[in-house]
């Protein structure tokens, strides 16, 4: 049974970082991303990463600023956020596939099969 389980999520004021971790279960070495949904918006994308570490994929509004990373060992992909903006409250979402992904589908949400409940990051101004 796959479980993704996200953690590190919280407050942070405007400019601060923050360092999410998802701990994947039932998975080994699959393509994982991260997401964020913000109140009464769509899920988009925010970042990913291949399943050997060596490629990852990030939207423009995170690059520069975040960085997604893999420990290959712990099962565990991580995404560190820096230089966080309000606009960027959200609840974000770790997720995996059973395929590869590519600059074609990584920011896509249908290309992953299995998502973690999500977890809250609120940045006050």
């Known amino acids: 049974q796959v479980q993704l389980v996200e953690t590190g999520g919280g407050l942070v004021q405007a400019g601060g970082s923050l360092k999410l971790s998802c701990s994947a279960s039932?998975?080994?070495?699959?393509?994982m991303g991260w997401f964020r949904q913000a109140p009464g918006k769509k899920r988009v994308f925010v970042a990913a990463?291949?399943?050997?570490?060596?490629?990852?994929f990030y939207a423009d509004s995170a690059k520069g600023r975040f960085t997604i990373s893999r420990d290959m060992f712990k099962n565990t992909i991580y995404l560190q956020l820096n230089s966080l903006k309000p606009e960027e409250t959200a609840i974000y979402y770790c997720?995996?596939?059973?395929?590869?992904?590519?600059?074609?589908?990584?920011?896509?949400?249908?290309?992953?099969?299995?998502w973690g409940q999500g977890i809250q990051v609120t940045v006050s101004s």
């Open positions: 997720a995996a596939t059973s395929g590869n992904i590519n600059s074609l589908n990584a920011r896509e949400m249908d290309e992953y099969d299995f």
């Open positions: 990463i291949t399943g050997t570490g060596t490629i990852t």
């Open positions: 039932g998975l080994t070495s699959n393509p």
